[in-house]
Nanobody
Framework: QVQLEESGGGLVQAGGSLRLSCAAS????????VGWFRRAPGKERESVAT???????????DYAESVKGRFTISRDNTGNTVYLQMNSLKLEDTAVYYC?????????WGQGTQVTVSS
């Protein structure tokens, strides 16, 4: 069993930065791909970025092409912590951010961390 916990959310002004962390327990986590997702109020959950088990490759959803230049996903060398560095935050980035993990499907999800960007 894998358990995930997000942290690092908060309230920031537009143009500011936050670094989200996804900490995991479970020996199999290091073999999983990990994705960051977000859900804004009244909207569907959307993918932000994905990173492979070895951290070599990262992927961004088509809709998130503009995010690619502002957000960076990374993984530490233990394989048990994944980060989302968010720079130049915009009002539309306000959402609950989740990390998820799995091999073929995202079967494990964290509780989410709130990111609020103010004007």
């Amino acid at each position: 069993q894998v358990q995930l916990e997000e942290s690092g959310g908060g309230l920031v002004q537009a143009g500011g930065s936050l670094r989200l962390s996804c900490a995991a327990s479970g020996h199999t986590f290091s073999t999983y791909s990990v994705g960051w997702f977000r859900r804004a109020p009244g909207k569907e959950r959307e993918s932000v970025a994905t990173i492979t088990p070895n951290g070599r490759y990262v992927y961004y959803a088509d809709y998130a092409e503009s995010v690619k230049g502002r957000f960076t996903i990374s993984r530490d060398n233990t394989g048990n912590t994944v980060y989302l560095q968010m720079n130049s935050l915009k009002l539309e980035d306000t959402a609950v951010y989740y990390c998820a993990a799995g091999q073929t499907d995202y079967t494990y999800w964290g509780q989410g961390t709130q990111v609020t960007v103010s004007s």
